[in-house]
Every structure is written in structure tokens, then in C-alpha cells.
């Protein structure tokens, strides 16, 4: 009894100790912003928010529809709050033209969505990120901002969708679903996980049909993940807009104290304190779509592909491999290791290589990626080794090179499997020297009758 009361006490103390850390960085981000709005000066404020597109009144404590450009939309479940922002086609979301979305091809998404996604034009895309109440999902999390975007003739507008209350909710969902009608394909980053069914979940809460049966989902985070995690340590949306895209953000809010403003707000309603948060979502929606506009690419036209980094090139032929091209996927291999790559993953991707080139009947240069890769400290030095023994003995029926090889093996790394071959193999020379022995003495003892 007395080691569980020590170690709930123990418990507690580092709970309290979270805590407190948890409050000293809401105060930082708090004094933060109590600072920016209090003591500088009214004028810079104007002319810094300006340069962001955002209204700015005079009154820190005013309601969000004075802060922002839009609307108080009334719906037949109430009412709740609007806003659009637009990005010109004539500017640029770091090294990505925002004018160039119109120009993608209807076709695109077909091969990173294996042909689910129908043949539609970039007008019919939506994108879609929501910021919610919590990060966890369940029943009791919210969606109180939606940002749909869209591709338009004069650049890409994203529409806000915000209820500044929880009674707006049924509203939100209701124009939400009544936006989303003309578009064709919806697509996210990490949305089949956490964006739809939250939505899918708070419709069903209101009692209404959730918007989604008819649009196709393209959950973007798959395609990229398959494109970039052998080259970043990281796929988050943040950091392939910095690795990718080459755009920098300044001022953003840490998603993880999003939820955190919006309780602060429907507590004080300074709504001076959401606005990061506006900014945030939509910047992940234009970084989103700036995104389709290259991930897809690698898919449709793998012999083309618009990338040189070697990591880039073996993640879709990875991806081809797993589809079944397997002749394609070859090709995008031997690119990735001509190309260059950081050792472990030349390593790997000289043995997938091998595995490729003998499942295609090239037994020459599976050997020959085979012995490169047992000549080096690798991880793949023994199985290397294994497979040539493998080849020795079944295809070339080299006994003693096999033998060679399955001890080169052992001397690396000791297995039972390892010796269990040795064995076999030392039993089929003595089996085949016996036999040899046998017919020269037979023959010796006919040529003396």
C-alpha cells in the first residue's frame, strides 16, 4: 500500500509539473499577443494587418466580422460566420505559381488515386482542413473553422466557414454541405482519418446527411509520404510547404493551441486572438493545393518524373513495385541508385533492386548487385550472401562456391539457418565424392579384367 500511495504521488507530481509547463506557454503566447495589440503603435498595426488582407478595426476587442472581410450568413438552422480570401493567379506560394492550378490537367489525380478519381477539371476540386476543438477526434470535437478551397480563373480563393458559438454549428454544416455541391473531388492531407469522419460525425450528431458520398476523396498525405519520407524526416504539411515549396511562415500558431485560442475566444471574444488561426488554415489549404499540383505528377508520368533527388525517384518506384509495374518500377530503382543516395538507403534500395531483377529473369544482374552488396559492411550483407549461395547451388550447381559463400555468411553473422545450409551442403559434396570415387574404381577394375 505504501509503494502505490508513492508512486500516485509521483504520478501527480509530474502531472502537475505538465501542467505547469503547459500554463507557463500559454502565458508566453499570451503576453505575446496582449503586447502586440496593446503598446504598439495603432498605425503599424493597420499597415502590418493590411499587408496580411485583413480588415483591421481600431478596437482590439471587436467581433470577428469586424476584424475580417465577410458576412453573417443566416441558413435555415440559424446563423453563423463567412469570410473568403483571395491569392491573385499573378502571385506566388514560394517557388509555386498560383496561376498554374487552372492548368493542371483533368487526368491528374487518376494514377494517385488508382483510377477512382474521375476525369474532372480543376475547378471541380476542393480542398478542405478544418480546425477543431481537439486533436483527438470523438464525438465531443468540433469543427468550428472550415476552409474550402478552390481553384478559380482569377487565382485560388479559400472560403471560411467559422461559428462563433456552438449553437452556429448546425448553420455551418448546412452551408458547408451546400458549398461543397458543385465540386467533384474533395481533397485533403491526412482527411480520411481525421477531417471526414469528424465531419461525417458532427452531421449525423445534427441530423443532417453528411455532403461526401458524391465527391471522391483524394487524401493527399498518402501520395506524399510515398514521394518524400526516404528524403524528409518529416511529411507534416508545415514542413514539406518549407522543404518543398521553399515558403517560410511567419507568426504562425502551433496547431496543438488552436483549440486552446477558440476556448480562450467564446470565454472573452477578443476574436484579435483568432486571427493567427485564419491564417493558418488557410495557408494549409493553399499549400495543399500547391502540393497537387506536384505529387500527383510523380504518379502519372513515372518515365518523366519531374524529380532528380534519388530519394524522390526510389519512393515511386517503391510505390510502382507495390502496384504490380514491376518493369517500371526496375527502371525508377536503377535511376535512384544512379543518381545517388545516402548509404543505408543505397543499401536497401541495391537489394530491392536485386529481388526485382530476379523476379524478371536478369539472374546476371541480380548476382552482380548481389556480389556488390556482399563486398560492403551492410545490412544486407549476409541475405546478399544467402542468395548467392542460393544461385551457386541451384542454378549454377557449384557446390563448393556454395559452400564458400555459406561460410563468408557465417563468419558475418552465425544462424541456425546458416549452418543448417553449411551442413547440407558439406553432406552433398561428401555424397558426390563418394559416387566419384565409386565409378573410378569400378572403371579401374575393368580395364585390369
Known amino acids: ?46 499597415q502590418q494587418k493590411q499587408e496580411e488582407d485583413y480588415e483591421i478595426p481600431e478596437r482590439s476587442q471587436a467581433a ?72 483527438a477526434g470523438g464525438s465531443g470535437t468540433c469543427a468550428f473553422l472550415v476552409g474550402i478551397g478552390r481553384i478559380a480563373p482569377e487565382g485560388f480563393r479559400v472560403r471560411q466557414f467559422f461559428m462563433r458559438d456552438y449553437c ?20 485533403t492531407y491526412n482527411g480520411q482519418s481525421f477531417d471526414q469522419p469528424l465531419l461525417e460525425t458532427r452531421y449525423r450528431l445534427n441530423r443532417s446527411r453528411p455532403p461526401f458520398g458524391k465527391l471522391e476523396h483524394l487524401d493527399l498525405l498518402y501520395g506524399a509520404r510515398r514521394l518524400w519520407k526516404l528524403r524528409y524526416e518529416s511529411c507534416r504539411l508545415v514542413d514539406l510547404e518549407s522543404q518543398v515549396l521553399g515558403f517560410e511562415r511567419e507568426g504562425d500558431v502551433p496547431g496543438a493551441l488552436i483549440p486552446y485560442l477558440y476556448f480562450e475566444y467564446l470565454r472573452t471574444h477578443r476574436a484579435a486572438r483568432l486571427l493567427p488561426v485564419f491564417h493558418h488554415n488557410s495557408t494549409d489549404i493553399l499549400t495543399l493545393a500547391c502540393l497537387t499540383g506536384i505529387v500527383p505528377l510523380a504518379f502519372k508520368d513515372p518515365e518523366n518524373l519531374p524529380f532528380r533527388h534519388g530519394c524522390e525517384i526510389a519512393g515511386i518506384a517503391r510505390w510502382l513495385r ?8 526496375r527502371a525508377l530503382f536503377r535511376r535512384a541508385v544512379a543518381a545517388g543516395l545516402e548509404d543505408d538507403l543505397m543499401f536497401r534500395t541495391l537489394w530491392d ?29 549476409v541475405p546478399a550472401l544467402e542468395e548467392l549461395a542460393k544461385h551457386y547451388e541451384h542454378r549454377q550447381k557449384d557446390l563448393v562456391r556454395a559452400l564458400e559463400t555459406t561460410r563468408a555468411a557465417l563468419d558475418h553473422q552465425d544462424s541456425p539457418a546458416l549452418r543448417r545450409r553449411e551442413q547440407r551442403l558439406k553432406q552433398r559434396l561428401e555424397q558426390r565424392l563418394v559416387r566419384h570415387t565409386s565409378a573410378h574404381s569400378t572403371v579401374k577394375r575393368r580395364r585390369l579384367l
Do not use: C
Request: charged share 25%; proline share 3%; hydrophobic share 45%.
Open 1 to 46: 500500500m505504501l509503494a502505490l500511495g508513492l508512486a500516485n504521488k509521483r504520478r501527480m507530481s509530474d502531472l502537475q509539473q505538465q501542467l505547469a509547463d503547459l500554463r507557463a506557454r500559454v502565458a508566453r503566447i499570451n503576453s505575446k499577443y496582449d503586447a502586440k495589440f496593446s503598446t504598439r503603435d495603432v498605425s503599424q498595426i493597420i
Open 64 to 135: 470577428v466580422e469586424e476584424w475580417l472581410g465577410g458576412d453573417v450568413v443566416e441558413t435555415a438552422h440559424g446563423r453563423h460566420f463567412e469570410t473568403e480570401k483571395l491569392y491573385e493567379r499573378h502571385r506566388r506560394h514560394g517557388s509555386a505559381d498560383i496561376g498554374s492550378l487552372a492548368e493542371l490537367p483533368e487526368d491528374l489525380l487518376a494514377a494517385i488515386s488508382g483510377g477512382s478519381a474521375p476525369l474532372a477539371p480543376p475547378a471541380e476540386w476542393a480542398f478542405l482542413d478544418t480546425e477543431t476543438t481537439g486533436l
Open 168 to 187: 452556429e454549428e448546425a448553420s455551418l454544416l448546412d452551408a458547408v454541405a451546400r458549398h461543397l455541391g458543385p465540386f467533384r473531388v474533395l481533397i
Open 322 to 329: 507495390q502496384a504490380g509495374d514491376l518493369e517500371q518500377s
Open 353 to 381: 533492386l536485386a529481388a526485382l531483377e530476379r523476379k524478371l529473369g536478369a539472374e546476371e544482374q541480380a548476382v552482380a548487385v548481389w556480389n556488390d552488396l556482399a563486398a560492403a559492411r551492410n545490412p544486407f550483407r
